[in-house]
């Protein structure tokens, strides 16, 4: 299994780490990197809840109830099993200068951006393409900056959805919950 998942990390690494390289990549993938972490989407959940309409808050409070979900695995994944770097590994790496304190697996910027796709797609299903194709692109750009192997953001992408999918068909009365605070004290 262990041999499978090599391969897999090689093929792809080679394709969006090498292959793919171009100067306007260069400067797009830091930028869309920086869109996809657990902080932006975090912001964008409590921009939704506090400037939304009801159902854009009921989308906002569902996704920060997925987000806080699996950044808990992501951490504790990342501690458990305390996978390093691709640039702290390999050798013939396209790097940017990115240094991160943290492990490798999973990818948080991609379970991140995976969580908002999903709930807004959940949500509002007729752009569901538009935010995955987002969600895609942050996980592509962790392994085009050399910070993440393919398998990382693989592990991303499945925890994004699973835990967006918990939440939403399971945890709605959470959401509601919040929603009824949030009501009673006006905001």
Same mark, same amino acid.
């Given at each position: 299994m262990k041999?499978?998942?090599e391969k897999f990390d090689n093929y792809f690494f080679s394709i969006f780490n090498n292959k793919i390289k171009n100067s306007y990549f260069d400067k797009t993938m830091i930028y869309i990197t920086n869109m996809g972490g657990a902080i932006s989407n975090t912001i964008i959940s409590f921009i939704l809840i506090f400037l939304g309409n009801n159902k854009i808050k009921l989308i906002g409070i569902e996704l920060l109830i997925a987000?806080?979900?699996s950044q808990i695995i992501v951490q504790f994944l990342k501690r458990?099993? *305390?996978r390093k770097r691709p640039y702290k590994v390999l050798d013939n790496l396209n790097t940017y200068g990115?240094?991160?304190k943290d492990y490798s697996f999973p990818s948080g910027h991609t379970t991140a951006s995976f969580c908002l796709a999903t709930v807004f797609s959940l949500n509002i299903p007729h752009l569901s393409v538009v935010f995955f194709i987002f969600a895609g692109l942050v996980g592509i750009s962790r392994i085009y900056l050399g910070v993440h192997y393919p398998s990382d953001v693989l592990a *991303?992408?499945?925890l994004g959805i699973i835990s967006s999918f918990i939440v939403h068909y399971n945890f709605q009365w959470a959401v509601e919950a919040i929603n009824n605070i949030l009501a009673m004290i006006n905001l």
């Amino acid at each position: 299994m262990k041999k499978i998942f090599e391969k897999f990390d090689n093929y792809f690494f080679s394709i969006f780490n090498n292959k793919i390289k171009n100067s306007y990549f260069d400067k797009t993938m830091i930028y869309i990197t920086n869109m996809g972490g657990a902080i932006s989407n975090t912001i964008i959940s409590f921009i939704l809840i506090f400037l939304g309409n009801n159902k854009i808050k009921l989308i906002g409070i569902e996704l920060l109830i997925a987000l806080f979900f699996s950044q808990i695995i992501v951490q504790f994944l990342k501690r458990t099993l *305390g996978r390093k770097r691709p640039y702290k590994v390999l050798d013939n790496l396209n790097t940017y200068g990115i240094e991160m304190k943290d492990y490798s697996f999973p990818s948080g910027h991609t379970t991140a951006s995976f969580c908002l796709a999903t709930v807004f797609s959940l949500n509002i299903p007729h752009l569901s393409v538009v935010f995955f194709i987002f969600a895609g692109l942050v996980g592509i750009s962790r392994i085009y900056l050399g910070v993440h192997y393919p398998s990382d953001v693989l592990a *991303g992408i499945i925890l994004g959805i699973i835990s967006s999918f918990i939440v939403h068909y399971n945890f709605q009365w959470a959401v509601e919950a919040i929603n009824n605070i949030l009501a009673m004290i006006n905001l």
